[in-house]
């Protein structure tokens, strides 16, 4: 699968949008990009997935560049309840695994 | 709807023992994933089963195995525990293929080794 390379670690104030980038360079067109994070001692939950579109949902926004070599996860109001870590994922459409990387740990300051 | 559930939750073994891990995926899910999470390694993929049948195999050695049943319920075993195998062990469940459809995450089982 192809990789993804995100920020170790990014910091945002309570009630402010938060951008959490993610590199995906070697994307090939069939991948789709998958956002999920963990809370702290919980399971991963889903957050948001796009394949070429921009995509919104109650959670969150996914921006995702022309040429598909970025996206975007977008936080519009951020709570502290968001602090957590951020997983940006590709995936074959035929694939049967989520191959995890080690994600951006968000924290959110009041 | 209940959510993934993953029993036990806590588990403490020594090493050389086996243990059996069991999850019960939403209601109607039929895929089923394993992931073991540590603290050096992060979340790293298990397997994954659908209708009974293991799709998918991550880079873990024979020791550790897995089964899924008609119902959908799945248990993964570990033979001949060694302390590296210490970890929070993740259960999900999907619809149908878990790179298209969402997956749902269980609580986890913590199993400490000794």
């Known amino acids: 699968d192809a990789k993804t390379t995100q920020p170790n670690s990014m910091e945002s104030n309570e009630e402010e949008p938060v951008h959490l980038p993610c590199n995906h360079s070697?994307?090939?067109?069939?991948?789709?990009i998958h956002w999920y994070r963990q809370l702290p001692s919980q399971g991963p939950e889903y957050v948001i997935h796009g394949l070429t579109s921009n995509v919104n949902n109650r959670m969150a926004s996914l921006a995702i560049a022309e040429d598909r070599k970025s996206s975007t996860l977008i936080l519009h109001r951020a709570t502290l309840r968001d602090a957590a870590v951020y997983y940006c994922?590709?995936?074959?459409?035929?694939?049967?695994?989520?191959?995890f990387g080690k994600g951006t740990t968000l924290s959110v300051s009041s | 709807k209940a959510g993934v559930t993953q029993t036990p939750r806590y588990l403490i073994k020594t090493r050389g023992q086996q243990v059996t891990l069991s999850c019960s995926p939403i209601?109607?899910?039929?895929?089923v994933s394993w992931y073991q999470q540590t603290p050096g390694q992060g979340l790293q993929f298990l397997f994954e089963?659908?209708?009974?049948?293991?799709?998918n195999k991550g880079n873990f050695p024979g020791r550790f195995s897995g089964r899924q049943f008609s119902n959908s319920r799945s248990e993964m075993n570990v033979s001949t525990l060694e302390l590296g195998d210490s970890a929070l062990y993740l259960c999900?469940?999907?619809?149908?293929?878990?790179?298209?459809?969402?997956?749902?995450f269980g609580p986890g089982t913590r199993l400490t080794v000794l």
């Open positions: 089963y659908f209708s009974e049948t293991q799709r």
């Open positions: 070697t994307i090939s067109g069939t991948d789709y």
């Open positions: 994922i590709l995936s074959k459409q035929a694939g049967t695994a989520l191959i």
């Open positions: 209601s109607g899910h039929r895929s």
């Open positions: 999900a469940s999907s619809l149908g293929r878990p790179t298209t459809d969402t997956q749902y």
